[in-house]
């Protein structure tokens, strides 16, 4: 593997890796249906699966990484599902706030994380207070009760709170306002969208931000997803043009 990734790196020298990607980890359930196995092995594996992703994103010069983790949506699942899925970002914030400093990522949740258990908040508190020591580190944000219209929404509703306080004047409000808002606030726009596992929509991810952002489908489900595949998407993603609307 590392020999793999000395050669890619090489390979890809000169074009410059994207600085933000963003993935929806979509096709656990089917991966583990394939085997027989409970929907919460497939987020299991699932979970490692970004666990290889984020390090090599990290490696290969990628600032931001950004995963769809559990939408707004999600809570129509069986209780079990949600609790596993509840299980393993337990898990894993206390794994990030123990080697956050270490490997100079920092782990941010992003979301309304208000109606999240309260020990689950607790320990995004935890990692937000070691990622805010951190100096120029990579960025790895985990989407959880995240959906992008109510995203936008809560900008919106922040935005008239400021205008009804005085603080902003409804011409004041530009597309900067609005960026400023949201939850990614301070964080570039995606450049690349990756969408595994056949499935060719949207989601509700990421609607304002990924205006200009590239997509990338592909039919492997997420928990068989590698660091090749991602080299693949990168590929194709120095083959597009960005125009950004214009020629
Ligand atoms: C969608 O696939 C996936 C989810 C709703 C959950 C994604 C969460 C993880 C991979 C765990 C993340 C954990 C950490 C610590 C980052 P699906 O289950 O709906 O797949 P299906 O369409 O095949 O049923």
């Not at 060719?200 to 990421?206: E, V």
Request: aromatic share 10%; charged share 25%; proline share 4%.
């Amino acid at each position: 593997m590392a020999l793999f990734n000395i050669f890619k790196k090489e390979k890809t020298a000169g074009a410059a890796v994207p600085q933000h990607i963003a993935i929806i980890m979509d096709g656990n359930g089917r991966w583990a249906k394939k085997r027989g196995l409970p929907r919460s092995a497939g987020h299991a594996v699932g979970a490692e699966t970004f666990r290889t992703i984020a390090t090599y994103c990290k490696d290969i010069g990628v600032k931001y990484f950004t995963v769809y983790a559990f939408s707004t949506e999600n809570w129509k699942r069986p209780q079990d599902e949600v609790n596993a899925l509840m299980d393993l970002f337990r898990k894993y914030l206390v794994e990030a706030a123990e080697t956050m400093a270490e490997k100079n990522i920092a782990v941010r949740v992003l979301g309304d994380l208000s109606v999240l258990p309260e020990d689950i908040q607790a320990l995004i508190r935890d990692c937000d207070k070691i990622a805010d020591q951190l100096e120029d580190p990579a960025v790895a944000c985990l989407c959880i009760n995240y959906g992008g219209r109510d995203e936008i929404k809560n900008a919106v509703r922040a935005i008239a709170q400021k205008v009804q306080e005085g603080a902003l004047t409804p011409e004041d409000i530009s597309e900067q306002t609005i960026t400023q808002h949201l939850y990614t606030a301070g964080m570039p726009d995606p450049d690349l969208i990756i969408r595994p596992s056949g499935e060719i929509r949207i989601s509700n991810f990421l609607l304002w931000q990924s205006a200009y952002a590239e997509y990338y489908f592909t039919d492997i489900l997420w928990p068989d997803f590698k660091p090749e595949d991602l080299d693949r998407a990168i590929e194709e993603f120095h083959r597009r043009s960005r125009r950004f609307g214009g020629v």
